[in-house]
């Protein structure tokens, strides 16, 4: 199969209340072109820089969304245009988005990311942090950012069993956290689920995907892993 039609079969798999973003890091402009001819708008990328010479190249109906560690000085370059950050693990990255965002008058959307992988190396808060952050004054001082859900990451495994325990902690950190009250706090979002597992996702509740291989074929790792 080719690229749009693995896009055309994931979307016809997967419920309508599903966001699904397709992750293009890596993937050259061309590739892009052919999901967007067959229909997709959401786009991730991990890699700010990268994000910025895609969306310079691209249809500017399309929305990108930054689903890697970002780092608090790479966020002007984006403030301008992203629709949606999901990996934000601390308050210190959402007072420079907001800052970024207020310079540019825009309200930019963001995920608190979750740690929800037992292995060290992924990033993310725990859900007492981030009650404690939706709850706290300093956010409501924080006007250019809304809160719309929550991100997370379960471990690489093939043990089904875990990951779904891991998806189950995000989804339940969701349903705890949603009764907070904060102007910008309007969570309606579950982003959870890639390509080995998004099926997986979708069961626990998740209700945006980002699936990057499934779609684009294999990335050159080699070359090219972050
Ligand atoms: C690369 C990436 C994905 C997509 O991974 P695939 O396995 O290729 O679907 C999803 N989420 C994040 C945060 C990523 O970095």
């Known amino acids: 199969m080719?690229?749009?039609?693995?896009?055309?079969?994931?979307?016809n798999a997967i419920p309508k209340h599903v966001t699904l973003v397709a992750v293009s890091k890596t993937k050259p402009v061309s590739d892009i072109i052919?999901?967007?001819?067959?229909?997709?708008?959401?786009?991730?990328?991990?890699?700010?820089?990268?994000?910025?010479e895609k969306h310079e190249q691209l249809p500017k109906d399309i929305e990108w969304h930054m689903i890697g560690h970002l780092q608090r000085n790479k966020v002007k370059h984006m403030a301008q245009f992203v629709s949606l950050i999901h990996g934000v693990d601390n308050f210190k990255l959402l007072e420079e988005i907001n800052k970024q965002a207020k310079k540019h008058h825009r309200i930019i959307n963001c995920l608190l990311q979750i740690?929800?992988?037992?292995?060290?190396?992924?990033?993310?808060?725990?859900?007492?942090?981030?009650?404690?952050?939706?709850?706290?004054?300093?956010l409501s001082e924080l006007k250019n950012i809304n809160i719309v859900g929550f991100m997370g990451m379960a471990t690489f495994t093939d043990n089904k069993d875990q990951v779904k325990k891991e998806f189950d902690v995000l989804k339940r950190t969701f349903d705890q956290l949603k009764p907070l009250q904060a102007f910008n706090f309007n969570p309606e979002v579950i982003s959870m689920g890639m390509s080995g597992d998004y099926k997986l996702a979708i069961e626990s509740g998740s209700t945006m995907i980002r699936v990057g291989s499934s779609i684009f074929g294999s990335r050159n790792y080699l070359k090219t892993e972050d």
């Open 34 to 52: 052919a999901v967007y001819n067959a229909g997709q708008r959401i786009f991730g990328e991990n890699k700010v820089q990268e994000m910025v």
């Open 2 to 11: 080719n690229i749009s039609q693995n896009l055309i079969s994931i979307k």
């Open 115 to 138: 740690k929800i992988a037992e292995e060290d190396s992924k990033f993310g808060m725990s859900p007492d942090i981030a009650s404690g952050i939706i709850q706290s004054t300093q």
